[in-house]
């Protein structure tokens, strides 16, 4: 019902306010291309870190697909999915958050959701560089992430 969803919103992003307290200083800068390609790295890292999540080479060792997933559900598995990746060693993981074709409206809200909760939550310590997938891993739909320890 509107009532429970807006709730569920709601503590949503108190939570997302919460987590990026708890993220302290940690800085990003985030790329947008016109095409809606995003591209991300710590502030404090080479810009040759983005390549280590773009080109044919890379090889993601985890991946996360979040379609069926609401925006509340998609925030707990990337950040569930992060902390167990980088508690195994993985250091390059996809993320699938899909293009929104079939959401409400035809509009996409888990590719923003997924930066924002690389860049802004608890788990952004652990985040290293991401950018949008090649088109053998998803394009559009899809983003590699870059782990650290963390």
């Known amino acids: 019902d509107e009532v429970g969803r807006r709730a569920e919103e709601a503590e949503a992003a108190a ?9 302290g200083d940690v800085r990003f800068v985030v790329e947008r291309e016109s ?8 502030a404090d890292a080479s810009l040759r870190i983005l390549d280590t999540v773009t080109g ?7 991946r996360l ?7 509340a559900s998609a ?14 060693s993985a250091r390059i993981v996809l993320i699938v958050h899909g293009k929104g074709l079939h959401s409400e409206g035809g509009l996409g809200v888990l590719a ?7 860049t802004r939550s ?3 310590s652990r985040i290293v560089a ?4 090649s088109p053998r891993l998803g394009g559009l739909g899809a983003m590699v992430v870059r782990l650290g320890a963390g």
């Open 15 to 23: 939570r997302a306010r919460l987590a990026a307290l708890v993220a």
């Open 35 to 42: 095409d809606g390609a995003v591209a991300g790295r710590r």
């Open 56 to 62: 044919p080479k890379v090889h993601p060792t985890a």
């Open 65 to 71: 697909d979040l379609h069926g997933h609401d925006t």
């Open 75 to 88: 925030t707990r598995e990337i950040a569930r999915f992060v902390r167990d990746s980088s508690q195994k």
């Open 112 to 118: 923003d959701l997924v930066v924002e909760t690389l």
């Open 122 to 124: 608890a788990i952004s």
């Open 130 to 133: 991401f950018a949008t997938a």
